[in-house]
């Protein structure tokens, strides 16, 4: 399915019009805009490394990154990308600058510390605890459903979009392990957990300040960077709800000359100015984020088996390894994490589902309105 859109695109297939716009909705109130707000909460927060801002300070620095962000992305697609892949060039290089100083001048020893500490400390509530803090850990993974967005303007998508999928998701995943290896040799989980610039600080215990400090803007360029992608992808799924006419019609048109749909791009971001000052923090803003996120994720990937059992015949790109397995473990793990954060980050999660459930009658309300539209026309 090369459609603009990604998962929208699925949903709406998969169960009708009405789901593929709740995930639309919930990707603008919540899912990327809420991403959006968060990297931006997270690179003002490591600018505090050098100084110390108050909680409203940090506020303003991630608004002004996020009207920078905003601007580069109207400008063009073309610029966007660009930007895009070189933060993603310096992002990586810092990560792996940690990876190394960490392995190399790490010790071991602090490890085994560590991992002490841990085993001597795990939650009473052991299941509750891991989803509280998997909600971290699937922020971290977070974003390789992002190549279906653009699937529409891919060359060949059904075989670039698939091997870009695969081939992030194991980068990630080694990239992910490695740096948090590296933490551990440098820093102990008390540490780790008490820190707010934990890279930085880790970084600090063998190069001091200064190794500190270039962490510390790395860390800084790694996550505007991540938060010019969020606001460059998602403003797709918007544009493709507008044309299906359940969302705002200002949000199909694209700019005259840089060729983008600004509209989307400037709503997008103006509500995501207004989870930064409601939300405020950084965890508050991806618990909210991840629980909404992960409902979707286990309805598309049981689409899988309604493909399946609807078109027999269809020829498929792609298989699933496994299957049905994959795709029952997959559901299965979402499943228990949407149930433990709800009991959990119990305000997080019930916003989600307030947003959630808002969807409901404004998706009916321009389903009327379209029928007008249609029946004066």
């Known amino acids: 399915m090369p459609g603009a859109g990604g998962v929208y695109v699925f949903l709406s297939e998969g169960y009708g019009k009405l789901a593929g716009f709740l995930y639309g909705w919930a990707y603008f109130l919540v899912v990327n805009t809420g991403g959006i707000a968060a990297l931006s909460v997270a690179f003002a927060t490591y600018l505090g490394y050098f100084?110390?801002?108050?909680?409203?300070?940090?506020?303003?620095?991630?608004?002004?990154?996020?009207?920078?962000?905003?601007?580069?992305?109207?400008?063009?697609?073309?610029?966007?990308g660009i930007f895009s892949d070189l933060f993603t060039l310096l992002k990586l290089l810092g990560?792996?600058?940690?990876?190394?100083?960490?392995?190399?001048?790490?010790?071991?020893?602090?490890?085994?510390?560590?991992?002490?500490?841990?085993?001597?400390?795990?939650?009473?509530n052991l299941s509750g605890g891991i989803a509280v803090a998997m909600v971290g850990v699937l922020w971290s993974y977070g974003g390789w459903q992002h190549a279906t967005y653009t699937a529409g303007e891919a060359k060949n998508p059904k075989r670039d979009v698939p091997a870009a999928m695969i081939i992030a998701a194991f980068a990630v995943t080694?990239?992910?392990?490695?740096?948090?290896?590296?933490?551990?040799?440098?820093?102990?989980?008390?540490?780790?957990?008490?820190?707010?610039?934990?890279?930085?600080?880790?970084?600090?215990?063998?190069?001091?300040p200064v190794g500190g400090g270039l962490i510390a803007v790395a860390i800084f360029i790694s996550t505007f960077g991540t938060a010019g992608v969020y606001t460059l992808t998602a403003p797709r799924i918007y544009f493709a709800m507008a044309n299906d006419g359940i969302f705002f019609k200002q949000v199909s048109l694209i700019h005259p000359r840089f060729n983008t749909p600004y509209y989307a791009i400037i709503f997008q971001s103006t509500w995501a100015v207004i989870l930064v000052l409601f939300w405020g923090t950084f965890e508050n803003l991806i618990s909210y984020v991840v629980f909404t996120d992960w409902i979707f994720?286990?309805?598309?990937?049981?689409?899988?088996?309604?493909?399946?059992?609807?078109?027999?015949?269809?020829?498929?790109n792609y298989k699933t390894p496994g299957y049905p397995f994959t795709p029952l473990f997959f559901i299965g793990t979402a499943v228990w994490f949407v149930i433990n954060t709800l009991i959990n980050k119990p305000g997080q999660a019930i916003a989600g589902i307030i947003l959630l459930g808002l969807g409901v009658p404004v998706y009916f309300y321009w389903q009327r309105k379209n029928k007008r539209v249609g029946r004066s026309g």
Not at 58 to 76: H, R
Not at 99 to 116: A, H, M, P, V, Y
Not at 196 to 201: D, G
């Open 51 to 80: 100084a110390h801002f108050s909680p409203p300070e940090i506020k303003v620095i991630a608004v002004s990154g996020i009207f920078i962000l905003t601007v580069i992305n109207v400008l063009g697609v073309k610029v966007g």
């Open 297 to 316: 994720f286990a309805l598309a990937a049981a689409t899988v088996f309604i493909f399946r059992k609807r078109n027999p015949g269809a020829k498929r």
């Open 95 to 124: 990560i792996f600058g940690v990876i190394l100083i960490g392995f190399i001048l790490g010790s071991s020893s602090i490890t085994n510390f560590s991992i002490s500490i841990f085993n001597n400390g795990l939650p009473t």
């Open 174 to 208: 080694a990239i992910y392990v490695s740096i948090n290896i590296a933490y551990l040799f440098l820093l102990p989980v008390s540490s780790i957990a008490s820190s707010s610039s934990v890279a930085a600080n880790a970084v600090e215990t063998v190069l001091g």
